[in-house]
Structure formats: structure tokens, C-alpha cells
């Protein structure tokens, strides 16, 4: 069938994670594309910020044309795949869009992630602390590798407006922009925050294994959170910092405050929304 052909191509709307995840011997043949793809080597990387980017996006990343690299890794399977136009997904892209008329706003946060990005690390928690930082009517600043789309969607909900703009082969600057909350439009910037004093009590609580395969520990606090009631919380007792639970978390509403205590040792406090 059509659909099943289509399934067996790489794509470049797909996410590198998924790539990866039903080719992996296709690591091989992005590291031989592209030094920048260096990193993918490092596990931790691979759980991180490929499930972020795709195809297209890494591609750019590593100073590729996106035909090229998809057209690579398709042949390395066997496939000589048709060229595609890009997908709804690659269509949300900023890039090119005139400036918004709130772009002269003052900035309430500037926050340079590359540093973070470019030694293998996860910039979502320092990210989403900025955010909290800024005010109605100000802006987030954000200096990145590549475009980073999904970021559109988590911040859209928490009442950001978005627009990004290319400085350089691996210099992407973008800039939400919080809008002002009036009443009658009905406009929600968030959940409330928790506080210290939420941790000592909670209505359920999770235990994460060392040894539970993405995406079960997800899975398992998900289902968890959603046997409580609105406003009644969950402790989650994690063995890391499970970044793409937080961006479900602000993407759905749900409030939450983490703790680091130490290697292995993550605690996160969820508060239902809704």
C-alpha cells in the first residue's frame, strides 16, 4: 500500500529520534555526514535533543541540505527516495515571516543556549526558568543552534507569541514575546507556580527504575497523573531529569517544581491543571 511505502523512507518532517529509533544503524551514517553530528554518539544526546529536531533540522545543523541528507540516509537503506516538498510540520517554521510589531518590546530575559547545546547538554529547564522570568508585554531573547520549533508550541500555550531570525550557519535568534492579560479576552499565561510548602503533601506518588526503557517512565507518570482529580498532585521519584515529561507538563497546563538530589536522585512535584 502507499501508506506502508511511504513509512519505509526517511522523511524530512521525521524526528531524528525516530530515525534512530527504527534504523539504528543509521547513527553511523549521520556521524560520516557531518562532524556536528559527532555528539549523537553520547546516549545521553540521543534521549535529548533528537527527539526535538528533525531530519530537516539537523541537516541545516550540520551545514547540509536537507535533500541531501535525507537523500543519504535513504540510500544507505536501499531506498532511492523520491524528493518530497517539506511537511505540515517543516511549514511551521518562522524563518522568512515579516517582523511582528511587538518585536521593539523591551526584553525581559536573554538567554544564550549554544554553550549547552554545543557540550551535549539539555537547555528545556533553563529555557522554561527564563520564561517564568518575563513579564506581560516583555520579551525572551533566545540564542540557539537551529530553529527550535517544538518551542513554539510549549511557550504558545503559556501565552508567547514567536518569531526567529538566521544570524549565522549556527546562530538562530528567537524572540517570544508575552502578551499582555486582559480579562475579557480570556487570556491564560499559565498554571499558578507551586511552592516549597507544596511539597508536603501530595495525593499520589511514582517510583521510576533505573532500568525502565523511554518512553514507560512517561508513560507510567501520565497515567498516574491522570487517575487524580484537578489540582491534586503527584510525587514523582526519577532517576534523571526527564526533559521531554516536563515539555507534556507545560504543554498540557500542569504545574510542577523539581528537585535535583544528586546522582540518580530527581524529585518532581506535579499539580494537575485543568
Not at 500500500?1 to 519505509?8: I, N, S, V
Not at 516538498?85 to 511549514?91: F, L, R, S
Not at 518562522?94 to 537547555?123: C, K, M, N, Y
Not at 525572551?140 to 543552534?145: I, M, R
Request: with cysteine.
Amino acid at each position: 500500500m502507499a501508506g506502508e511505502d511511504r513509512e519505509e523512507v526517511v522523511r524530512p518532517e521525521m524526528k531524528v529520534a525516530e530515525v534512530l529509533r527504527r534504523w539504528p544503524e543509521l547513527l553511523e551514517v549521520l556521524v560520516e555526514a557531518s562532524p556536528a553530528f559527532q555528539k549523537l554518539k553520547n546516549p545521553l544526546l540521543r534521549r535529548t535533543m533528537p527527539n526535538l529536531v528533525t531530519v530537516a533540522q539537523a541537516a541545516r545543523i550540520g551545514g547540509l541540505e536537507p535533500e541531501e541528507l535525507v537523500a543519504r540516509l535513504n540510500r544507505a537503506l536501499g531506498v532511492e527516495a523520491r524528493p518530497e516538498a517539506p511537511a505540515a510540520k517543516e511549514g511551521e517554521s518562522l524563518l522568512g515571516t515579516p517582523p511582528p510589531p511587538w518585536l521593539s518590546a523591551p526584553v525581559g530575559f536573554h538567554l544564550d543556549v549554544r554553550p549547552i547545546l554545543e557540550q551535549g547538554g539539555e537547555p528545556f529547564q533553563a529555557i522554561m526558568a527564563a520564561a517564568r522570568e518575563v513579564g506581560p508585554g516583555k520579551k525572551l531573547v533566545l540564542e540557539v543552534l537551529f530553529e527550535p520549533i517544538p518551542l513554539y508550541k510549549v511557550l504558545g500555550k503559556q501565552g508567547f507569541l514567536a518569531w526567529c531570525e538566521q544570524l549565522g550557519e549556527k546562530h538562530y535568534r528567537v524572540h517570544f514575546y508575552r502578551q499582555e492579560v486582559r480579562e475579557e479576552e480570556g487570556v491564560v499565561a499559565g498554571p499558578a507556580p507551586l511552592g516549597e510548602a507544596d511539597w508536603e503533601s501530595y495525593q499520589a506518588e511514582v517510583f521510576i527504575e533505573e532500568n525502565l526503557e523511554p518512553p514507560l517512565p512517561m508513560m507510567r507518570v501520565l497515567e498516574a497523573l491522570g487517575r487524580l482529580k484537578p489540582g491534586e498532585k503527584l510525587l514523582v521519584h526519577h532517576v534523571r531529569r526527564p526533559v521531554h515529561l516536563l515539555a507534556r507538563l507545560e504543554e498540557e497546563g500542569h504545574a510542577y517544581l523539581l528537585k535535583d538530589l544528586g546522582p540518580g536522585q530527581v524529585k518532581i512535584l506535579i499539580r494537575k491543571g485543568g
